[in-house]
């Protein structure tokens, strides 16, 4: 009946209301409809005054006269002048929809806001009040109401205002309890504002949009309805309405099916305008937050001299005050040491002059990595570090061809053993995507299905993309669980996502992750939501996981600290570009760029759970065979 | 889950309570001297007060109930004012037509709302433009313009299906189709253009979660990810609208099928409300509620099939 979503929780300060209205207009589809609302209600208004003939009389000399010029748009089954019933039907129809939407207005605003506000046991009413009306049709509602008080259009539209009250209860309710523990509302309460100033002022500013959309939708429903109920012969008849003319015509379908054309425009075309500004006030609402959204964003991905002033700023966050300066081109390339040289030379990824943009709606792109290349070898740990926004998840992302909507890779090249990958389709990527190369992401539970049990994410890829048999699948991943450090791998096994912690869900992913064998980790920030005792647990588990089977890894992270447990190599990224590459030993004795001595000085800064240069003489080698 | 099948269960018969008591104090207080208006204007006051002793009117309005309610338990909602015949006997000959027309409306709601809302969530671009477009009318223009609109083009016009009348499936199945087409589709499409549009928000919400990327990092194809996992997870809201409609079209159907004379709910709800036989309407407000009851209990089991989460709680 009034299953409509409109778009709430977007807390708008007041002062943006009338920003509203002016990019409202900006929308063509948006004047029109309000230029033909207009016209509506202008007719309801004087329609009355300037009808050529009195609606109701019946003339039985002129029934069913075509359009002429006396009578515009002919005359209907009594006789009677179409056009002035038009016209008086317009005020009466229009006058019960609003009495219907004002109804509906007041009994649901005023609840809305009380329950919002104060919460407790009001809520519960509230909620039981709007089941129950829920569970019965309003037609059948209003037909039994009609059946016991009469034909009355007004009695009607108020009880329907009273049964769509909960449209607008639901709406202000949501937003009301979700600005009420916003901390402005605190202040103002804490600076002695009382209630009632409290809710007019910064309470139901925020809801007016909202409501303004669903009142639009709303009176879509009364209209319909009342027409509904009209047509079905059930309303008044000395009362002319739309619904009363589409009845009288229906019931000449087969003699004068031009009479339904009438009422039908009146209604249909009343309810598409209404229903193209509630839209086109959404897409206003919307755009306002997603442009806000955006332009946080493009701060930190902007190229050029805009990016090395933003970026310096947030480095001198980090507690580093170096003078940073981006270059366009080649990165600080570090000679190969015999550590990093034990490794083969087959380089299995090679990643040239790769760039990354994302399509804007304007038709622009807007490029979030510059031109970066990269080799990686058989056995190499690689790490990739830089700060957020810096574009290693996006050339991560690239590699995989997993890159979100909008993203392509826009330059370059990605080559997996001598495969051409860049902008692969799903066919491109078969058996190497999940297969020879897997991922690792960063926030363990928002990466696992949570619909589904830890057991059938694990075999699932088993099955499909290995052919195993259900059996053997389940065994499988019993036997990774275990691997991966799960004390009790049946349960964790038949477990949903939400019943297992941070720690463990990483594992699982960490399981998944190695289930295919692949030559190829890519771990985006693997250990950043984790708590620090678990971060070293799995660090460990991917460094034992990665000496055992000889994997490569490109491992994303913004801590040095991760690097120098971890990487033979690492590469330093900063606003889409490389600026320094070598040897993780090189990189730590002899840093060159500045960046990366503000980033190394950073760590030091914030006191990390292992030193940075002990680990990185002593754990690598471990891993070495 | 058994505590949860129960606990809803239970809330939906407590409605239903809730519901018949209010239903029935409003209707037999709201509605006067009912004996009178029985009779008429001419009919002696002897005669009037027989005929409520007859009805039972003449009794306490809780003791009146307590006979209505007890004997409603058992299936037998009393007689019609007017021309005597079971309450019960009169829905249940109806309640075939209108639910076999709302039942269809809500498959083919269900069906196109999925493809649509899947289509125009990948698709993008012109695709998802003509979708939001005709969404746009299908949620704006009333259901019985449609139906209109329907009549006049295929039946009218056309002469594809018919116009006015009912076959019932036992009799033809193609009778059947003809007769009960046109009515489905003019109550789908509201539904339709409601539930496209929110699958599509879901599955676009759905295509952007990191599951979907680790999904497909593990080398499922996006096919395979969009309509196990995605969907699956767009099912809870999408169902919960599914509920909503239901409801709705039980009162669609009530104009619908006066406009193609089917022998359903709606035309015994109109004939009804105009006479002012209280205990047909009465015998109405019930079954819909328990219907609604029933729909919402079906939508909850679902939801928790879908979603382990609803399931454990």
Redesign the interface.
Known sequence: ?????VPTAIPTPASRTDHLLRRLLRNPLAVISLLFLALVVLIAIIGPFIAPYNPNPANLQSILEPPSPEHLLGTDTAGRDVFSRLLVATQITVAAAALAVVTAMIFGVVTGLIAGYYQGWFDNVASWVT??V???????IL???????GPSVWISMFIFGVVLAPAYFRLVYTMVSSVRTELYVDAARVSGLSDLRIIGRHVLSVVRAPIIIQTAIVA?IA??IQ??LE????GDPAIPTWGGM?QDA?TK??VA?IL?LWP?LA??LT??A???LA?AMRDVLERTVVVRRKRRRAVTTRTGSVAAVTTAASVTDLGDEVDIVTLEGEPIRHDDDEQASARSADVILRVKDLRVGYGQSDGSTTEVVHGVSLDIRKGEVHGLIGESGSGKSQTA?AV?G?L??GGSVTGGSIEYEGIRLENGS?AD??GI???RI??I?Q?PM????????IGS?LT??LR??LGMSKAEARDKALSLLERVGIPNPVRTFKA?P?EVSGGMAQRV?IA??V??DPDLIIADEPTTALDVTVQAEVLDLLRDLQAERHMAMLLVTHNFGVVADLCDRVTVMQSGLFVETGPVRAIFQRPEHPYTKSLLAAILDEGPARPPLAPAGTAPQGANS | MLTFILRRVLSGLVLIVVITIISYTLLYLGSGNIARQILGQNASEELVAQKAAELGLDRPLIVQFWTWATSALTGDFGRSWFNGQLVSVQLGSRLAVTLSLVIGAIILTAIFSVILGILAARRGGAVDGTVQFFSILGFAIPGFLIALFLVLVFAINLHWFKATGYIPFTTSVTGWLSSVTLPIIALAIGGIATISQQVRGSVLDGLSRDYVRTLRSRGLSSNRVVYKHVLRNAGGPALALLAVQFIGMIGGAVIVEQIFALPGIGSLTVTATAAGDIPIVMGIVVVTAIIAVVVNLLIDLAQAALNPKVRLS
Do not use: W
Not at chain 1, 1 to 5: G, K, S
């Open positions: 009946m009034t299953a409509v979503e089941s129950l829920m569970a019965l049709p309003a037609i059948v037909l039994a109401a009609r059946a016991v008080l879509i209209i319909a027409s509904g047509f079905l012969g059930l589409l229906f379908i087969y099916p339904m039908s209604i249909a309810s598409i209404l229903m193209l839209n992302f995989l997993l979100p909507k799903d990527y078969r995507r999940g297969r897997a991922y992401p926030e928002s990466n696992l299905d949570q619909s589904f049990t994410q699932e890829p499909v993309g949903y939400f992913l998944g992750a289930s295919t």
